[in-house]
């Protein structure tokens, strides 16, 4: 089945600490994006990704980075620069071109910073 | 960039119809969405409008003006299951803005 993966759902750090979110998609989708959303507010953009090897920074970039080396996989590192990182990340892909550019989104990772 | 304003909070009783609007203002308009999201999952997709007028899908519509700048999420023979939260998306250049969020509560 094609789909988005995001693992794992529920992620505990201690504060301080780098931790990795990892999206993996096999819809061969050009374009990755990620979210975060925090309780009762809508999904904010951290960075997106639309072709292999490049991205760029959303509305709330800093304390973030990311890598795109494959088409398949965008994962994002939550570094202890980011001031609070307590909060629900969700990946999500895209076809260029597509009929009517559908964002697919992974089941996201409930990230809890102690 | 993007501003997007949707109500909080709707309620609604099981078997009626219920309205959701969006208002957006845009530097780039590549077309408006709909997604449903219940608590801790992901959004799921609902509906798509990029031209003027009103798209349904079963007991799911969705209208656009793009003139006016507004959208609604129209959903008919409310189920208990739509209690979730609907948000409205706008795609620019790239990317897409979401609003906060509207939370539908059905009550019987």
């Known amino acids: 089945d094609g789909g988005i993966t995001q693992s794992p759902k529920y992620l505990f750090r201690k504060e301080g600490q780098n931790v990795t979110l990892s999206c993996e998609q096999n819809?061969?989708?050009?374009?990755m994006y990620w979210y975060r959303q925090d309780p009762g507010q809508g999904l904010r953009l951290i960075y997106y990704s639309q072709i292999v090897n490049d991205f760029q920074k959303g509305d709330i970039a800093e304390g973030y980075s990311v890598s795109r080396e494959k088409k398949e996989s965008f994962p994002l590192t939550v570094t202890s620069a980011q001031k609070n990182p307590t909060a629900f990340y969700l990946c999500?892909?895209?076809?260029?071109?597509?009929?009517?550019?559908?964002?697919?989104f992974g089941p996201g990772t409930r990230l809890t910073v102690l | 960039g993007q501003n997007i304003d949707q109500p909080t909070e709707m309620t609604a009783t099981e078997g009626a119809i219920v309205q959701i609007n969006c208002t957006y203002q845009t530097s780039g308009f590549n077309g408006l969405f709909w997604y449903q999201q219940h608590a801790g999952e992901a959004p799921t997709f609902l509906s798509y409008n990029v031209l003027d007028g009103l798209e349904e899908k079963g007991r799911f519509s969705s209208f656009l003006s793009r003139s006016k700048g507004y959208s609604y999420l129209l959903l008919k023979e409310l189920q208990m299951k739509d209690s979730a939260s609907y948000l409205c998306a706008v795609r620019g250049p790239g990317k897409s803005t979401f609003g906060d969020g509207t939370t539908l509560t059905v009550k019987p």
């Open positions: 999500a892909s895209i076809t260029s071109g597509g009929k009517n550019n559908e964002q697919f």
């Open positions: 819809l061969n989708h050009d374009a």
